[in-house]
């Protein structure tokens, strides 16, 4: 159908103009990836310390919802464009991850270590980037204004990072019991 052929069509897309930044993943003989192309940032990582978390929470500061985190692989981002993106959101997305990248180089180059960046920072809520006590190695502008089109559209983040794993352990349902459900 159309929206298979446009989802395909947008992965290899994404797959052949980040292939320069990134290593792909699960690419076939001819080089092509199916409906999904997988990021693998586990080289990166061994380099500078930054993670595939880092990376999903920076795309936040872009205006992102981050792609599905180390599924199938660990180390990995697993990026699903549909048939509804277009092409103009596709280049959006390309230079968020290729800025991200630059950040990851400066983090290599020595710049800033990566408890200093602003990929362990992310992402950068409205009441952060404000505040009167801002003491980060990198510029407010870079944290909320990576590249110059979010000057114009931007979504902040209601909050900064949390331990998604620890809310995943502990659980906290504040669901009347099951008892006040019964017949």
Known sequence: TRATETALLSANYVAARL???????FTGNSGLVAHECILDL????????VTAED????????????????????GTLMVEPTESEDLVEIERFIEAMVTIRGEIDAVIAG????EESPLRGAPHPAAVVVSDDWQRAYSREQAAFPVAR???????APVSRIDGAFGDRNLVCSCPPPEAFGE
């Open 19 to 25: 292939g320069e930044h990134f290593n792909v993943l």
């Open 42 to 49: 586990r080289d990166l990582t061994a380099a500078s310390g």
């Open 55 to 74: 990376v999903a929470k920076r795309l936040i500061d872009f205006g992102f919802h981050a792609p599905t985190l180390a599924f199938p692989v660990a």
């Open 111 to 114: 710049e800033y270590s990566i």
């Open 150 to 156: 979010l000057r114009v559209d931007k979504y902040f």
